[in-house]
């Protein structure tokens, strides 16, 4: 049973990344069929946060999470070489290795480790959130559509950046126990929340800005202005109260499939 727990917290995260996939496509009216990208990004982020997992059996897992991401990969790559014409968009295989190798240099395939980024304490919000802005922003979105886009990149970018802070602080005491140095770490939990509230506000005002150049419809803002707000509070009261560490983060990750609802139940009221 507990094995059963740990198998859904390690494909908790890949849902979490097809749903931020997903708000993107829904918020600019893009079709939400899956498709192959929807396999690289579920598989390859299964892998990324999984893959130095101190049970084998997980550690297995994330593995073979990470080849049928690979896979998928390598099949769109093929059908582009192959038969251009297929309605696949030409730039995410290439795209798709620039997240990749952010995660590299910052993870250094170590477990803990401090190779490369991950030695620099404000390094790992940076890095997660860029990841997930390429990765949930960008790769769905076609190449001409990326500077209009900039700014849902630094929104995604702020709101994931927050919640990568929680991380840090929930992960507080096994960082100071292996030696690694965070954010979090060297600002204290009031310094962190400080820094997760002005995150959050930064990406309030993408929001609004998305708005007034038309990019967001008003019940999309109104629904994320909402979620900004309650993360704001969640935050707080999760880090507040004695969970485990891994239901702690499995309820911050929550977070993002609550954007991607609440934007489709305010779709519902078209204002």
């Not at 931020?20 to 893009?30: E, I, K, P, W």
């Not at 396999?39 to 049928?68: E, I």
């Not at 030409?90 to 240099?105: D, G, I, K, T």
């Amino acid at each position: 049973m507990q094995f059963a727990g740990n198998v859904f917290r390690l494909c908790w995260i890949g849902i979490c990344a097809l749903a931020m996939l997903s708000q993107t496509r829904f918020v600019l009216g893009l079709p939400l069929a899956p498709g192959l990208l929807d396999g690289y990004v579920l598989g390859s982020t299964v892998f990324a946060y999984g893959f130095t997992h101190s049970d084998r059996r997980l550690k297995t897992a994330s593995w073979l999470a990470g080849l049928f991401g690979g896979a998928c990969y390598a099949v769109s790559a093929w059908a582009l070489l192959s038969a251009p014409a297929q309605h696949i968009p030409e730039y995410w295989p290439l795209a798709a290795l620039l997240p990749l190798l952010l995660w590299l240099l910052y993870y250094g395939l170590q477990r803990p480790g401090t190779a490369g980024l991950r030695g620099v304490p404000a390094a790992k919000p940076v890095v997660v959130g860029l990841t997930w802005a390429i990765v949930t922003v960008l790769l769905p979105l076609p190449e001409e559509h990326w500077s209009e886009a900039s700014i849902m990149f630094s929104g995604r970018t702020l709101f994931i950046f927050a919640l990568a802070l929680a991380y840090d602080l929930s992960d507080l005491a096994y960082d100071r126990r292996h030696g690694l140095a965070t954010l979090a770490g060297k600002i204290g939990a009031k310094g962190t929340f400080r820094l997760m509230d002005t995150a959050l506000a930064l990406a309030f005002l993408c929001y609004c800005t998305n708005f007034f150049l038309h990019v967001f419809p008003l019940y999309a803002t109104a629904a994320l202005i909402a979620s900004l707000v309650f993360s704001a509070w969640w935050l707080r009261f999760l880090l507040r109260k004695s969970f485990s560490t891994g239901r702690q983060k499995l309820l911050i990750d929550a977070l993002m499939p609550l954007q991607l609802l609440l934007i489709w139940l305010a779709s519902f009221l078209k204002i």
